[in-house]
DNA sequence: TATTATCGTTCACCAATTGAACGCAGCATA
DNA sequence: TATGCTGCGTTCAATTGGTGAACGATAATA
């Protein structure tokens, strides 16, 4: 499934780098390429990217995937959403560090 | 699976809970009744804890689960590992949230 | 005794994930 | 030209992980 989390990685991803294999996004994500693949097909499907057939100068020949207008405005969203929930689990983690700290005391 | 996040949460409800049901364990860890179970057994087979039979003040009849001399080790040795990978976490965390920001700002 | 409530256990079912296998395209070498 | 190699996206059978309804057992209660 398509969650939050990897809908924006992968929209990082290809943003700032457009021509990119699915095994190398599948490395960086550290996640399956069946998967990559089903999650790109789902962003195309939203319209948030389109896949541009391309060669590259060395031997390959794939696609370049390019965020859409919409992809640009849902990452923008998606961030400033990333930003307040890491911002809630930052605090929530303090919390737990302070308890680790008390419990490895006793 | 019994990942070392449940082994950790488990032993420590445990710990300062002995007697408390597989339902009311599941509730607290918001995981399923099947995989409490499953993690209990784990955990009895490698000896960290045990199962005694008991019998409540009240209309239950279930387990008293106590950990073994072992479990208080292993117990011990997993908060300090926890906590050391909260550290890091938090650091991660923090280096994730300046770059979400500058992100935000762009 | 019959009923109710809670216990641990089980397991068929579902959803998510994996990665080997495939066909295709481009390049390099014979 | 033909052959082999590499990296690409795509597919899907197989595995894994998690779920919770259902079950039998036990103890309190009516």
């Given at each position: 499934?398509?969650?939050?989390?990897?809908?924006?990685k992968?929209?990082?991803e290809?943003?700032?780098d457009?021509?990119i294999?699915?095994?190398e996004l599948a490395k960086r994500l550290d996640?399956?390429?069946?998967?990559?693949?089903?999650?790109?097909?789902?962003?195309?499907?939203?319209?948030?990217?389109?896949?541009?057939?391309?060669?590259?100068?060395?031997?390959?020949?794939?696609?370049?995937?390019?965020?859409?207008?919409?992809?640009?405005?849902?990452?923008?969203?998606?961030?400033?959403?990333?930003?307040?929930?890491?911002?809630?689990?930052?605090?929530?983690?303090?919390?737990?560090?302070?308890?680790?700290?008390?419990?490895?005391?006793?």
């Amino acid at each position: 499934m398509l969650t939050d989390e990897y809908r924006y990685k992968i929209l990082k991803e290809l943003q700032q780098d457009p021509d990119i294999s699915q095994r190398e996004l599948a490395k960086r994500l550290d996640i399956s390429l069946g998967k990559v693949n089903f999650c790109l097909k789902a962003l195309i499907e939203k319209g948030l990217i389109k896949a541009e057939n391309f060669k590259n100068s060395t031997n390959k020949m794939g696609y370049l995937y390019l965020l859409t207008p919409k992809g640009i405005e849902e990452k923008v969203s998606l961030t400033q959403r990333f930003l307040q929930r890491k911002l809630k689990e930052h605090e929530a983690l303090e919390k737990e560090i302070e308890q680790l700290r008390q419990e490895v005391k006793t």
